[in-house]
């Protein structure tokens, strides 16, 4: 355990989002998608740049199935490196 806790502080801030991103990812498995939002909800919330309302957040860190689809949607909505540089000019 004491191990685990020293990894834990040494860590800088990337790698503190990498550990929460892969517990999120993995720890909640919801195969029957019990609670989980109607289909496209997720994408929408994301198309439109919100950020998700209080139920959506509590069930994104209880629902690891709907974690993973929440931060698919955010990777394709997110311009490509090369968009940005492009939109500055």
Same mark, same amino acid.
């Given at each position: 355990? &004491?191990?685990?806790?020293?990894?834990? #502080? &040494?860590? &800088? /801030?990337? *790698?503190? @989002?990498?550990? /929460?991103?892969?517990?999120? @990812? @993995?720890?909640?498995?919801?195969?029957?998608?019990? *609670?989980?939002?109607?289909?496209?909800?997720?994408?929408? $919330? $994301? *198309?439109?740049?919100? $950020?998700? =309302?209080?139920?959506?957040?509590?069930?994104?860190?209880?629902?690891?199935?709907?974690? *993973?689809?929440?931060?698919?949607?955010? /990777?394709?909505?997110?311009?490509?490196? =090369?968009? $940005? @540089?492009?939109? #500055?000019?």
């Amino acid at each position: 355990m &004491d191990t685990e806790e020293n990894e834990i #502080k &040494d860590l &800088d /801030a990337e *790698g503190l @989002t990498s550990l /929460a991103r892969r517990y999120y @990812t @993995t720890r909640f498995p919801n195969p029957q998608r019990l *609670g989980c939002p109607h289909p496209g909800e997720i994408i929408e $919330v $994301v *198309g439109r740049r919100r $950020v998700p =309302d209080q139920a959506l957040r509590e069930h994104l860190f209880e629902c690891s199935e709907c974690f *993973g689809e929440y931060r698919q949607a955010l /990777a394709q909505c997110r311009p490509a490196p =090369d968009e $940005v @540089t492009w939109r #500055k000019r």
